[in-house]
């Protein structure tokens, strides 16, 4: 990455830095202690990027007033504010009450959601499996044995928070940015 041109360079590394750790959190989805520190220095580096901002507004004409617009956009912006707090608490008061929804299911013609349960988010994508009875979903399942004997089995982890009312945090992170 070259910020030879860019007149906010410092500011450019922030932001790359928040998306190479966003990246990394989504590669380690599937493994909770990697993702969840992954996802807290996201958080972390997308407040970093206000900070470098600020350090650089010197460079940009008019940068009080545009800062001043997009920063009351952003008060306004819930999603903002959630990543505000989020930052607060994972630098002063400890970590996020992170929960795990696993999605259960058949992989047939009818693509059928065999169950959607809370799990541990320390459970690994296996260790969600193993908890499951698997030929007790199957029998309860509506779908004909004929169908069953041919599926496929697969587990969607989504991680969020209390706080997000059920949206999957790194769609959130993805779509947010920090006053």
Known sequence: MSTARCPIPATHRKLAEAHLLWRQALLHYREPEAFHANLNAT???LRKITFALQSEGDSIPNFVVCYEEIRSRLKADPDARWLHNARTKV????????????????????????REVQVSPNLTTSQVLDSMRLPDLLNDSKTPLADLRDAAIEIERKWSLGTLRGREILEVLAGSTVS
């Open 43 to 45: 958080i972390q580096a």
């Open 91 to 114: 630098v002063h008061q400890g970590d996020l009450e992170i929960t795990s929804l696993a999605l259960l299911k058949a992989l047939t013609w009818k693509d059928e959601v065999l």
